[in-house]
């Protein structure tokens, strides 16, 4: 996937949080700040960062009997006095600090989609693709799950998404209406914004 210097995926991306072990809502509050900085530390052109309210989500997959997940995205964009030519630097070396930040609140990888402390995910990042065992870009599970596009789309519904296999433009609204029923039983419920997380319905 190449995108233009005019598409607003060439000069964005996209990070998702995930946590239900724990305290989800300390952790979530403790790793903002932190996530912030290193973003920042990582893209060296100035940013605009936009976070969504935080979900409560049902577990996707998985072992039977996790508890309930809290959510949230945070998105980046490059800000308008950057020009479109500055790309964004090498994503494998956000994901090591994502990694690291992981380690930092106690994540321990012991098995697929298991419960966790906190998930830091890499959606996509700018006009990057990779398909790594390391890293996959865009996210190839982006467009089916709602604890994703819940937020993505309480930041802006009308926010396109690299995953239109149709080469339709799928927007993240769009994307979350699309999804089987299935996926949506019971909804994502969106928390109220507090101190530490003011972003709401």
Known sequence: M????????SVSL??????????????????????????????????QLSWSPRFLTQPVGG????????????????????????????PTRLLARLLQLEATFGRERRERWGPRRLDLDLLWCGPFTCGSPELELPHPRL????????????????????????GTPL??????????????????LVLPGEPGWPEGP
């Open 2 to 9: 190449v995108h233009s210097p005019a598409d607003p995926l």
């Open 14 to 47: 996209a990070i998702a949080l995930g946590a239900n072990l724990g305290d989800p809502v300390a952790t979530f509050t403790a790793v903002r700040p932190q996530l912030e900085a290193e973003l920042r530390a990582w893209a060296v052109a100035p940013l």
């Open 63 to 90: 072992p039977p009997g996790q508890p309930p997940y809290l959510n949230a995205v945070l998105l980046a964009r490059l800000a308008a006095a950057s020009l479109p030519g500055e790309r964004w630097p090498d």
């Open 143 to 166: 467009g089916e799950r709602a604890f994703v596009l819940a937020p993505l789309a309480a930041i802006d519904p009308d926010l396109p998404l690299p995953v239109a296999p149709t």
């Open 171 to 188: 927007t993240a609204s769009a994307g979350l209406a699309a999804l089987p029923r299935a996926a949506l039983e019971p909804p994502p």
